[in-house]
């Protein structure tokens, strides 16, 4: 992870200070006892705040020198912020195991959590991830849980699933609830319907969820059209109102927010820059939450593959990233807590790109990307809604 080594020798420091960059990256300090804990942290300027650590300490001071416990200096240079978190983050999950948690402050990403398990299906709001490959369906990130729970309410607004949290055991004598007065619920409490009735409403939500409500869209086009054409134009504006009433819902909808054991993408970063100038950027993979990279992808190609298309070179390059292994779900809710943050900043530097349903990257788009993010212009924000980190 880090790339360059240096002894540190205080009767030497102007030569070791002078052969790191001032540039963004992330360090670490090892004494002579390589089994006594490193210092690690990140930095917008190597050199500056190794000169402040391990300089010549000044009188009357209080501020941190560790001039004469340092021996070793190990650092990686660092083109974003974000890919200064991301490689804090595994430095510190490898070196403090029990700690880097706290050190990190994680905040961890909201998620619709389906019950899929349950008897009766329901839904909730959760920052706990389970199992990926179980039956319960996670859906996320989302910025805040305000956020999450009014997307998921307004969701089942517009159908008949239970939205009670009790195990239920069905009773015709039970009173129900003020949903199932409403006719919002199908009442499995007390055989308000067939358990094939609930089972085909929960499909629905499930599909609703799965297709960031476009199997909605779809299904209440074709009604308006039926109504329609059979004449029945005051039905036909009915279901043309609850169109009306899901648009906002959709629109709003975070391009990110998806099925996280499906969730794919690619985050273009600017890359380290040499001698003050950029011939890169740095791509890092989403896969099932999970952030893998980075990977270099050269602007300027060499001259064998100028006869290359910009996209070809970019799916070459992706293809040349090592197979994702296997991780538990405390690491993916880490990942998703490091996406989280970046994504929903008001200002973030870089962009992302969702795959789509057969995990295919949009490949035009990232091109034009990679040339915004290379030349350091703004993002063309399309449908997606920033909003502010909670």
Same mark, same amino acid.
């Not at 006594?36 to 300490?57: D, H, I, M, Q, S």
């Not at 006719?183 to 629905?204: Q, W």
């Not at 970063?269 to 099932?288: C, D, H, I, K, Y």
């Not at 295919?360 to 990679?370: A, D, F, Y």
């Given at each position: ?14 030569? =070791?200070? %002078? ?20 210092? $690690?942290?990140?930095? %917008? ?14 009188? @009357? ?99 008949? /699933? ?19 007065? /409403?006719? /919002? ?44 054409? &059979? ?36 985050? $273009? ?8 100038? %950029? &011939? ?5 993979? $989403? ?42 779900? /405390? ?16 200002? @973030?530097?870089?962009?992302?790109? =969702? ?10 788009? $990232?091109? @034009? ?22």
């Amino acid at each position: 992870m880090l790339t360059e080594r240096l002894e540190f020798l205080p009767e030497h420091d102007r030569e =070791v200070f %002078a052969a790191v960059p001032a540039a963004a990256g992330v360090f670490l300090l090892r004494g002579e006892d390589a089994a006594a804990e490193p210092y $690690v942290t990140k930095t %917008a300027n190597l050199r500056r705040r190794l000169e402040r650590l391990l300089g010549a300490p000044e009188e @009357r001071t209080r501020r941190l020198n560790l001039r004469e416990r340092v021996r070793w200096i190990e650092y990686a240079r660092t083109g974003s912020d974000f890919e200064s978190g991301f490689l804090l983050y595994r430095l510190l999950r490898e070196h403090f195991p029990k700690t880097y948690a706290e050190r990190l402050r994680f905040r961890f990403a909201p998620l619709v959590k389906f019950h899929l398990e349950n008897e009766y299906p329901r839904a909730s709001v959760t920052t706990r991830l389970g199992r990926l490959q179980g039956a319960t369906l996670y859906y996320g990130p989302f910025s805040g849980r305000t956020a999450a729970e009014k997307f998921l309410n307004d969701s089942l607004d517009f159908f008949k /699933m239970r939205r009670c949290v009790e195990d239920l055991h069905p009773d015709p004598a039970f009173p129900g609830c003020i949903y199932s007065e /409403m006719k /919002m619920c199908l009442a499995p409490c007390f055989k308000g319907c067939t358990d094939e009735e609930y089972r085909v409403e929960v499909g629905r939500v499930r599909w609703f969820l799965d297709s960031r409500g476009q199997s909605l869209v779809r299904e209440l086009a074709a009604e308006r059209e039926g109504a329609a054409q &059979n004449l029945a134009f005051e039905e036909a504006a009915s279901v043309h109102a609850r169109i009306e009433k899901l648009k906002p819902l959709l629109s709003q909808l975070p391009e990110i927010v998806g099925r996280i054991d499906r969730l794919a993408g690619l985050i $273009v970063q600017p890359a380290s820059t040499v001698n003050g100038e %950029a &011939n890169s950027v740095a791509l890092f993979r $989403v896969q099932q939450g999970r952030i893998e990279g980075p990977q270099n992808f050269l602007i300027q190609p060499p001259e064998h593959t100028k006869s290359q298309s910009m996209e070809s070179r970019v799916e070459a390059c992706l293809a040349l990233a090592s197979p994702a292994e296997p991780v538990s779900a /405390m690491e993916t809710m880490e990942h998703l807590a490091i996406l989280k943050r970046w994504y929903y900043r008001s200002s @973030r530097l870089g962009e992302i790109f =969702v795959a789509d349903e057969k995990g295919q990257l949009p490949m035009r788009r $990232v091109v @034009r990307g990679i040339g915004r993010v290379w030349r350091g212009e703004k993002e063309e924000l399309g449908g997606a809604q920033i909003g502010p980190s909670s």
